[in-house]
């Protein structure tokens, strides 16, 4: 297993940036591919972004293509996501996941551990 705590959320204003981070704490961490989601009020949770497990390939949703970096350090634990340029639809909390397939997925359904979330909050 592996327990999963992001952190780094907070609110900004239209054009404001922040960079998350998700500690990553027992099984290696290398071992999981890793994402970042959102889940806006009244809404579905949605894919952000996803990593592979060595880093070496990323993928993004379209509305956040170019403004957002996903990245990672094994040797830390930990993956980022890097938001710029951020939007008033941004605003959301933000989940990192992970799981064991060798590929980026994109659904939910497909991740097997979940973080807590954390808050991000954009005004115009």
């Known amino acids: 297993q592996v327990q999963l705590v992001e952190s780094g959320g907070g609110s900004v204003q239209f054009g404001g940036s922040l960079r998350l981070s998700c500690a990553a704490s027992?099984?290696?961490?290398?071992?999981?591919?890793m994402g970042w989601f959102r889940q806006a009020p009244g809404k579905e949770r949605e894919f952000v972004a996803g990593i592979t497990r060595s880093g070496g390939s990323t993928w993004y949703a379209d509305p956040v293509k170019g403004r957002f970096t996903i990245a990672r350090d094994n040797a830390k634990n930990t993956v980022y996501l890097r938001m710029n340029s951020l939007k008033p639809e941004d605003t959301a909390v933000y989940y990192c996941?992970?799981?064991?397939?060798?590929?980026?997925?994109?659904?939910?359904?497909?991740?097997?551990?979940w973080g807590q979330g954390t808050q991000v909050t954009v005004s115009s």
């Open positions: 027992g099984r290696s961490f290398s071992s999981y591919a």
């Open positions: 996941a992970a799981h064991l397939q060798a590929t980026i997925l994109d659904l939910p359904s497909s991740y097997d551990y």
